[in-house]
């Protein structure tokens, strides 16, 4: 379905029902999977992902301090106005309705012109490309890859303008959102310095690494690579032969789980000087009775899966005979996730 | 009992994953993956019907010294790709899985003498 931006003509409001038919073609291409802009979304790691739908275009807007011109005051007010405070544009607002932008090139053109004493009114932008507070931030992300604009005003479902957002806005609330997801995964240990710099503490093991892996539904072919890999990263950073294994038995048995019973998903790995955490999350369809499923030898497995040497009913069981930690939480049809903690002995 | 006498033993043939001085430690005849993921030995020779890359990945988990597919089934290019990527030995044997089975115990229990 082709993209539309929400476009205001001359201040004039919108039909109501248009930008919600507008606003739902947007979910319904968002539910296809919209990731960063220039991508299909197919390839950027799922925190980024979520984040971009979860977050919304009122969370990184500007909502104070607003800096805007009324119709009658002239361009060189405007010009002033920009040059004061940095900006390359200006809304004109009287009350809360937008009426219309003056950019730097209005300003531009008005001193090439001699119109530079000129109300606003007569010059300003009225063709306005706006962005909708509940519009999720990925269409923001398009609107500023689509458009040559620096910001975008925000109107409410009232059409009043509540906000301005910009590139910089954007940024700076997707980098806070950002460290606060890795805090939360990683179960609350300190984060990475601003400067990458590793958390250590006496006798913990120096290290500090997070990798994501997708996992296709159904894919067999490639599925294990993740606990193979996070394998060879614990190997990598020294970690106890006996414990490697547990934790990769565990990452193993939560990925082939995600593979053949789920519809696809990702296993997050984290490992700081004291822990090491495995995360399987997947996108549904939920599993009805958790406490069933825990119990080894149940499975919903089919012959194809049995005939691939799977299905015996013992992965989550056998992922919670090997973890410190286990924890499961799953909503039908909303998804499952899978918490598994493994203590990292200090090193001696 | 080292690559040499499993393959020797077995009447099979090493067909990726290089060699190595590894020598059992404990056997495990299975199908289903979850299974052989149970066990906890060490220097696991993982006898097994299973000719895909699965094989070898979950050989690769639990730390296997070798995996042996029987009946002579055609393996997979891709699982010997894994096998090759991964140093796990792969021989393929024309035996039964419970052939296999009776055969190691044998030379195992002569190794020890018990």
Redesign the interface.
Known sequence: MEYKPTILSGGESRNDDQIMAAHERKHVRRVSGPGLPGSDGQGEPLVIMELLQRLRVKDVMRDHDIISVVRTDTMHFAQNLMKRNHISGVPVVEGKRLFGIVSINDIIMALEGGWIGDPCQKHMATNLVVLEEDMPLAFALKYFENYIFGRFPVLNKERDLVGIVSQRDVTRVLMRELTNELARLEGGAPTLGAAGEQPKSEGALPYYSMRQFVVVRND??N???A??EI?KMLGEAGVE?KII?RV??AA??LE?NICIHSLGGSITFILDGHKATVVAKDKGPGIKDVEWALRDGTSTANDWIRS???G????LS?SK?VADFFDIKSTVPTGTTVLCEFNLPEKK | MNINDIVKTLDGTLVAGGDSDRTVGTVVANDLMSDVLLNDGDDILLLTSLASDQAIRTANIVGAMCVVVHNAKPLPQTMCQVADTLGIPLVSSPLSKYESCVRIHDFLKAETGS
């Open positions: 067999l072919q599925a294990g690579k606990a193979n394998k032969k294994r990769a038995v193993y048995e082939i691939m040497g799977f015996a009913g013992m992965g056998n005979r």
